[in-house]
């Protein structure tokens, strides 16, 4: 049914950016939470950021605050993650997740029921 589809990661030097895309179909009519999530070799997964495609604040976990940009675009079905400053701690796989109902506080693995494949990001220093 949900189909979430990452792009747009690569290898990159400390300090760069890079721009992460997620493509999603077959998601519910209503409002929806989108998230970005990363796991890291040997590290479990952990929240990024989400958006809610009714409006409202965005969310950043505080590890990427003030580096990382997540939006959405026209249609709201395409969830973007602008980051910039990157360091080599943020290297991870990213994937993208959506929950059918307006985001709950913070980021929770347990609150998302749809995931992409996943995008590698890899910041060398």
């Known amino acids: 049914q949900v189909q979430l589809v990452e792009s747009g990661g690569g290898s990159v030097q400390a300090g760069g950016s890079l721009r992460l895309s997620c493509a999603a179909s077959?998601?519910?009519?209503?409002?929806?939470?989108l998230a970005w999530f990363r796991q890291a070799p040997g590290k479990e997964r952990e929240g990024v950021a989400r958006?809610?495609?009714?409006?409202?604040?965005?969310f950043y976990a505080d590890s990427v605050k003030g580096r990382f940009t997540i939006s959405l675009d026209k249609a709201k079905t395409t969830v973007f993650l602008q980051m910039n400053s990157l360091k080599p701690e943020d290297t991870a796989t990213y994937y993208c997740?959506?929950?059918?109902?307006?985001?709950?506080?913070?980021?929770?693995?347990?609150?998302?029921?749809?995931w992409g494949q996943g995008t590698q990001v890899t910041v060398s220093s």
């Open positions: 997740a959506a929950n059918p109902r307006a985001c709950t506080t913070g980021l929770r693995i347990r609150d998302f029921l749809d």
């Open positions: 077959g998601l519910a009519a209503g409002y929806n939470c």
């Open positions: 958006i809610y495609t009714g409006g409202g604040g965005q």
